[in-house]
């Protein structure tokens, strides 16, 4: 069994900062990538950041600047700072994680349940 729990949403006014973590539990052998996505109403499921095991990071164009990814190995944890957060980062954030369980030979993709991040003023 394996989960990922996100937590840090809220909300928050425009030109502010929230912090999202994710942290993977369960039989974990190892973790590849991990990865933040959100979802606004109406819309497709987006990519907004992913982090590599080595730390090498890639954002989407929309938050380059803006948001920060990082993880801490040790503990099975991806971060996300969000700040100067602007009206159209409302959405739901989602964590994915690449994890290869203990006595599995792949790594396979699993996602939390979501944490609503609402910009407003």
């Known amino acids: 069994q394996v989960q990922l729990v996100e937590s840090g949403g809220g909300l928050v006014q425009p030109g502010g900062s929230l912090r999202l973590s994710c942290a993977a539990s369960?039989?974990?052998?190892?973790?590849?990538?991990m990865g933040w996505y959100r979802q606004a109403p109406g819309k497709q499921r987006e990519l907004v950041a992913v982090?590599?095991?080595?730390?090498?990071?890639t954002y989407a164009d929309s938050v380059l600047g803006r948001f920060t990814i990082s993880r801490d190995n040790a503990k099975n944890t991806v971060y996300l700072q969000m700040d100067l957060l602007k009206l159209e980062d409302t959405a739901v954030y989602y964590c994915?994680?690449?994890?290869?369980?203990?006595?599995?030979?792949?790594?396979?993709?699993?996602w939390g349940q979501g944490t609503q991040v609402t910009v407003s003023s």
């Open positions: 982090i590599t095991s080595g730390g090498s990071a």
């Open positions: 994915q994680a690449g994890i290869r369980r203990v006595g599995s030979l792949a790594h396979y993709n699993y």
């Open positions: 369960g039989t974990i052998f190892s973790i590849n990538a």
